[in-house]
């Protein structure tokens, strides 16, 4: 079953904030976060396992609610290379067998 | 984080030939393996899970004697699409599991079907 991802399409300002959910039908063994530019493959970001998980790097940060089934992406002042669209992928099963969704598009303009 | 490379990047094939996809892992050893497809403006669908040394297993609808797998060493597996057609033109996108579980891609191939 393909995770839910929203919004589809978000266009930001250069400096401010983005939250991106990835909501699934199922239970999750873990959330894994891609990033991907137009024509190239995509970049990990973060992996959140479940029992429940907040990380973070630089600007970036998600947070897993397990019970939910649910995972959310914080993009904190937002810099132009932040542009591309981005994909959750679940893991059912802790197989590593990840089913993308359908990827949010982010704009970042000056 | 990890390397995962391709080869070729890109490549150009008349209909009815058959294309071979080389995915390594160049800086650890990869038991696993999958294979993903992804067309334009959509998401990554997982078509395989490459095993080293036991055969690939397939997803639902995804044929397995036309998109042939096989993981030859813990750090290379190829992809073998036989008998292309232009309706399998596509961005063919390996990755590879790390121990802690992150999963690292490789630059993928663009594949054209005439």
């Known amino acids: 079953q393909q995770p839910v991802q929203s919004p589809q399409a978000v266009i930001l300002r250069e400096g401010e904030d983005a939250v991106i959910n990835c909501s699934s039908s199922?239970?999750?063994?873990?959330v894994h976060w891609y990033r991907q530019k137009h024509g190239e493959a995509p970049v990990f970001l973060m992996i959140?396992?479940?029992?429940?998980e907040q990380k973070g790097h630089d600007k970036i940060s998600a947070s897993f609610n397990e019970k939910k089934q649910q995972s959310s992406l914080y993009l904190t002042a937002s810099q132009l290379s932040y542009s591309g669209t981005y994909f959750c992928g679940t893991d059912l099963q802790g197989a590593q067998k990840l089913v993308f969704g359908q990827g949010t598009r982010l704009t970042i303009n000056p | 984080g990890a390397v995962v490379s391709q080869h070729p990047s890109w490549v150009i094939c008349k209909s009815g030939t058959s294309v071979k996809i080389e995915c390594r892992s160049l800086?650890?050893?990869?038991?696993?393996m999958f294979w993903y497809r992804q067309f334009p403006k959509q998401s990554l669908m997982l078509m395989a899970t490459s095993n080293e040394g036991s055969k690939a297993t397939y997803e639902q609808g995804v044929e397995k004697d036309k998109f042939l797998i096989n993981h030859a060493s813990l750090t290379l597996s190829t992809l073998t699409v036989t008998s292309a057609h232009p309706e399998d033109s596509s961005f063919y996108i390996c990755?590879?599991?790390?121990?802690?579980?992150?999963?690292?891609f490789g630059p993928g191939t663009r594949l054209t079907v005439l």
């Open positions: 959140l396992l479940k029992g429940g």
């Open positions: 199922k239970a999750l063994y873990s």
């Open positions: 990755s590879a599991p790390v121990e802690s579980g992150e999963q690292f």
């Open positions: 800086d650890f050893q990869a038991t696993t």
